[in-house]
């Protein structure tokens, strides 16, 4: 280690002789290099580095901010780091500098367009722990659910850095929301009559989402930020919609119904003479929701009554091939089941998960 003083600062920049250190041995010294750049404010410095500490994370950072202001410098800089470090053994995928220096060159690019480079590898990070959380279900039958959504191998990875750990926490969180928002959507509406009406919805919705991670609402409990900037847009959304909240649902609904009708019937089309809408149309009329098929599967009213028209002037053909022949038959029942189900039972429904109560801090 360098014994670091001004005048060997001094000696370096000026070019003066150096007797108690080689050039290769100051030019790899990373809190010697730091203390020239500083001095000089010179980024031509970096260039006297040796490669091993031009391209160490550590030491990418320390330049990235000092020279902040020069985004091309910055940007090419660091992506030549970053292919050295992705390439570079000791730097592998689940080493805390990548992710520190990755989330460093977000913040500063502060464009999606041009940071994707950046973010590529913390996806392949991420990905690596969700493959932890498989491997440790497969291999635990029976405690699956004791893993919640991974974000304990997250926790033991990175927790000695709370902005990582608040980063991949917000993944793990945006992972739960995306697979079960609309479950706590539709809990809030049946618990509550008006929007107003909820109090503390933050500490509601972690109470109903602990369900599915306990370690991660244990941890965003103390740290509340990162949970509010991934809610945010939700609360906002529930907010804006609750007043609209069943049309919504009937909307969703129909349109489930609907691809579901899809898949089906493609295997039927070298058995029927009536396209896709035809058969929407008549077991709408024949289930009691013909003004909502036409509602939701046609672009505007006017397509709806030219197809209804059409629909009336074949009505008897359609009874025919549904009522008569084993084919319709066969294809009618299934698709009462499907659209019933979906509609009218629970093709559609949502878990229901029972909120649990939880610590802020660990105090009750």
Known sequence: MVNISEKLINDYINGNDIDLY????????????????AKTKDKKMISFCSDDLKYNPEFVMFVVKRFSNDKKFIYDYSLECLRKMLKDKRYNRNNLLVVQFCLLMIKLINDPNDDLIFQLPLGFIYKYYMNQLIIAKAMNPGQENAFGYGFYFIYDAFNSDEEVTNYFAMRVLKDIMNEHGDELTKYLHKEYKRFEDIKNISFICMNYLQGYDDMLISYLSGHIKPF????????????????????????????????????????????????????????GKRLGIIDKVIKYDFSSSNVGAEYLNEFNEREEEFNSFFTTSLTGKYIYDKLEDIITETIFGNGNSMLEVKPKKIYFNGKK
């Open 22 to 37: 080689t050039l290769e041995e100051l030019e790899n010294d990373m809190n010697f290099m730091k203390a020239v750049i």
């Open 228 to 283: 509010n900037d991934v809610m945010g847009s939700f609360f906002r959304r529930l907010k804006n919609r609750w007043s609209s909240y069943d049309e919504y649902v009937d909307f969703d609904k129909y349109m489930n119904m609907f691809d579901k009708v899809h898949e089906f019937l493609l295997g039927f089309y070298d058995h029927l003479d009536f396209d896709e809408s035809d058969v929407l149309l008549y077991m």
